[in-house]
């Protein structure tokens, strides 16, 4: 199974813009046995970046760098404190090497976004290449929902005052085929990220497509871990369901190109 998502992820990264994976040991609740899966499938294809549990998390920092990781994902993010404390944890287990490794921010709560301008003027902001807006922590923050107005005018400024920073900039957040036009079209960040996938807007042909196709091998995915370790299997299945569903949030038919029950 491993390598036949090894060849589905060749297939995306060709047709559909992907060019990275995603693990994490916050909401994503994944094992380092799980982490370790993730980069076996893409190794030597795209790089794998994961979101840790806080800005200081060592012990997923220390795993992440014995596997190989290419990048680092610091979830919360709320003022240059967290930053700060990001980058000097960074330079601590990485030394020499922290140059080597892609560094980005979930920059996710209204508190974070009215903290924006200390963040890019602190010193260590040189160190991040990249700030993914997290839409659904956002939304939350705001009471709203992911897709109201409001959080989609935050998510645009944070994505353009990034841009002007020089940082690439991602969007995710509950992303399906009819959220991700809304991204592309209305926020315009350089990305969009599912769960365990990033796409180049610049290079998915067809977005609609890109989006199922990247959930469908999200699904596959999650039945790997399964058949790994029976203990989660609860919490894999409800998240298999919740990704079919929005898999069906679309206008067009989809048949996914891979298929490992197929």
Known sequence: MKNRLRKKLWYLRESHGIIGVKGGTEVEDMSFEELSILKDVSRDMVPMIVKIGGPEARNDLRHCMKIGVEGILAPMVESDYGLNNFIETMKELAGNDLDNYYLAINLETITGYYNINSMIHHPNFQWIKQVTVG???????????????????????????????????????????????????????????????????????????????????????????????????????????????????????????FSLTS
């Open 135 to 257: 839409r659904t922590d956002l939304a939350g923050s705001m009471e709203q929902m992911v897709n109201h107005k409001d959080v989609t005018s935050v998510a645009l400024d944070i994505v353009d005052r990034m841009r002007k920073a020089g940082k690439a900039t991602s969007v995710g957040g509950k992303i399906d085929a009819l959220s991700a036009g809304i991204v592309k079209n209305e926020i315009q960040p350089d990305r969009i990220n599912t769960r365990h996938l990033s796409i180049d807007l610049s290079l998915s042909k067809n977005l609609t497509f890109s989006i199922c196709e990247a959930l469908a091998f999200e699904i596959d995915l999650y039945k790997l871990f399964v058949e790994i370790d029976r203990s989660k299997e609860e919490s894999y299945v409800k998240r298999i369901e919740d990704t079919k569903a929005r898999m069906a949030k679309r206008e067009v038919a989809f048949i996914p190109t």
